[in-house]
């Protein structure tokens, strides 16, 4: 029998997830010695300071033991470190920007996407579920100017919450694409409205947020690079009111300029939403 997104594994997604992350992998950082031991020092004292203070265990030290070789073994490394780490490194890196709020890329961004001009749809399946929905926008400068060519990469899960490559029987690049703003900085995409996105349950994440009592969930999101040269790159998602978990995403990723206002389509079924990009010089 042939497999649908609906038999994604933890391991299948995590191993996807990890075989990426290796492949954009250039060199290393060259972070200096002495500042690889401060860190590691200060990650390893706040470990040992936790074990003090609450009396940690063998059995509870074993079950961490057994809970890491877990999050190797499933691939889930990448979905980890993005869901409960990434959210705090782009708050330091992108303290200084003066132009749009941008928040973690996740694990599922894959590069060079199918190229669809200014204007066009996300490549989708001919029976695609979801409400339609029509995004468009605007790529300037902190001063105004529009950004012509601005490249605008969207990646997002489907109606029922999976990502193409990291789900089984999905088309390769379904609901990835990459645009190129018009003369005017301008860009219109056609899509689907995604569903809130459930972190895999059957593997070493899902069993820290089963044990812990916490819940898998991200609210539903658009994720987007957006690009133009003398400029930094965007790293964003874009959320949808009143989704019940933009007040506790499971990632933290959710920021209030983040959340779009979508609108009936006058014409047609579906939304419209429009929402602009400033960006900021590098
Ligand atoms: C996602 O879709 C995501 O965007 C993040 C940050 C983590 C896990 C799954
Ligand atoms: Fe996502």
């Known amino acids: 029998m042939t497999s649908t997104e609906f038999d994604a594994k933890a391991a299948d997604s995590g191993a ?10 250039g ?4 972070t200096p010695p002495e500042r690889v031991s401060m860190l590691a020092r200060e990650v390893l004292g706040a470990v040992h300071e936790t074990i003090r203070r609450h009396n940690v265990t063998y059995p509870e030290y074993d079950a961490l033991k057994a809970w890491l070789i877990g999050v190797g073994q499933d691939g889930e490394w990448p979905l980890f470190l993005d869901v409960w780490v990434e959210h705090v490194v782009e708050e330091v890196a992108n303290a ?26 996300l490549p989708m399946r001919a029976d695609e579920p979801g409400v339609p929905l029509l995004f468009s926008g605007q790529v300037r400068t902190l001063e105004g100017t529009p950004l012509a060519g601005a490249k605008i990469e969207l990646w997002q899960a489907d ?3 999976f990502y193409s490559q990291f789900a089984p029987g999905l088309p390769e690049w379904n609901l ?26 059957d593997g070493a994440c899902g069993k820290l947020v089963s044990a812990a009592g916490w819940h898998p969930w991200r609210p539903a999101h658009l994720h987007l690079k957006v690009s133009a040269p003398g400029h930094d790159l965007l790293t964003a998602q874009l959320y949808f009111p009143g989704d019940p978990h933009n007040g506790d995403d499971v990632a933290d990723a959710v920021k209030p300029e983040l959340i779009l206002s979508p609108q009936p389509a006058v014409d047609g079924d579906g939304e419209v939403v429009v929402y602009d990009f400033v960006l900021d010089p590098s």
Do not use: W
């Open 16 to 25: 996807g997830a990890t075989q990426q992350f290796l492949n954009k992998q």
């Open 176 to 201: 990835r694409g990459c645009f190129t703003a018009d003369d005017e900085g301008r860009f219109a995409i056609s899509t689907i409205r995604p569903a809130p996105y459930m972190i895999p349950t």
């Open 159 to 161: 109606a029922h919450g």
């Open 96 to 121: 200084h920007h003066k132009g749009n709020k941008g928040t973690i890329e996740g694990p599922y961004y894959v590069p060079d996407a199918p190229e669809l001009g200014a204007t066009g749809s």
């Open 27 to 30: 060199a290393a950082a060259d």
